[in-house]
């Protein structure tokens, strides 16, 4: 069973940075994919960004250019850069992994609040 420990959210202005990390541990069959998801109230979750084990990366159009994700494979740990945050990228940011075995595993969240 992998353990997803997620940090750095909070309440920044708009224009402002975070930076959250994603810190995996516990797999036994090694980690492929990590990413970010979010979810904010009354909405689905949506895709973030993805980062494959290769550093292939995936990014949703809305952050595209904003956000940027990072990992190191070493430490089994994902890092979202978020820079020009608006008041609409408020929500709980989940961090997930999935392994080789195709099973996935999430973090229980970290909310990420911009004030206009």
């Known amino acids: 069973q992998v353990q997803l420990v997620e940090s750095g959210g909070g309440l920044v202005q708009a224009g402002g940075s975070l930076r959250l990390s994603c810190e995996a541990s516990g797999s036994a069959f090694g980690i492929n994919v990590m990413g970010w998801y979010r979810q904010a109230p009354g909405k689905q979750r949506e895709l973030v960004a993805t980062i494959a084990r290769s550093g292939t990366t995936n990014y949703a159009v809305s952050v595209k250019g904003r956000f940027t994700i990072s990992r190191d494979n070493a430490k089994n740990t994902a890092y979202l850069q978020m820079n020009s945050l608006k008041p609409e990228d408020t929500a709980a940011y989940y961090c997930?992994?999935?392994?080789?075995?195709?099973?996935?595993?999430w973090g229980q969240g970290t909310q990420v609040t911009v004030s206009s």
């Open positions: 997930n992994a999935n392994d080789y075995i195709n099973r996935d595993f």
